[in-house]
């Protein structure tokens, strides 16, 4: 069984950082990125990381947010830095492509004053 484990969220001022895990289970994906979603926007993959550790980033993200992987403990991470308020958004980590009954619960990122 498939299972992805997301944490790490939380509330932040703007300007400031957070770092977010998922686990993962049960397989091992060849990409694996992270994907956010706030109220009436679509949901939008972020960034991800091959197997390998080649990485790619929407425009938004780059310069601010670094995605990494350690297959050995299953894990993914995001490293968000300079966090703005348009960052504010539940993020989830799935395989790229993403694979619907693959969703964890997610985590909340508030970046707010």
């Known amino acids: 069984q498939v299972q992805l484990v997301e944490s790490g969220g939380g509330l932040v001022q703007p300007g400031g950082s957070l770092r977010l895990s998922c686990a993962f289970s049960g397989t091992v994906f060849s990409t694996m990125g992270w994907y956010r979603q706030s109220p009436g926007r679509e949901r939008e993959l972020v960034a991800h990381?091959?197997?390998?550790?080649?990485?790619e980033y929407v425009e938004s993200v780059k310069g601010r947010f670094t995605i990494s992987r350690d297959n050995v403990k299953r894990t993914v991470y995001l490293q968000m830095n300079s966090l703005k308020p348009e960052d504010t958004a539940a993020y989830y980590c799935?395989?790229?492509?993403?694979?619907?009954?693959?969703w964890g619960q997610g985590t909340q990122v508030t970046v707010s004053s």
């Open positions: 799935n395989s790229v492509p993403l694979v619907p009954g693959y």
């Open positions: 990381v091959t197997f390998g550790g080649g990485t």
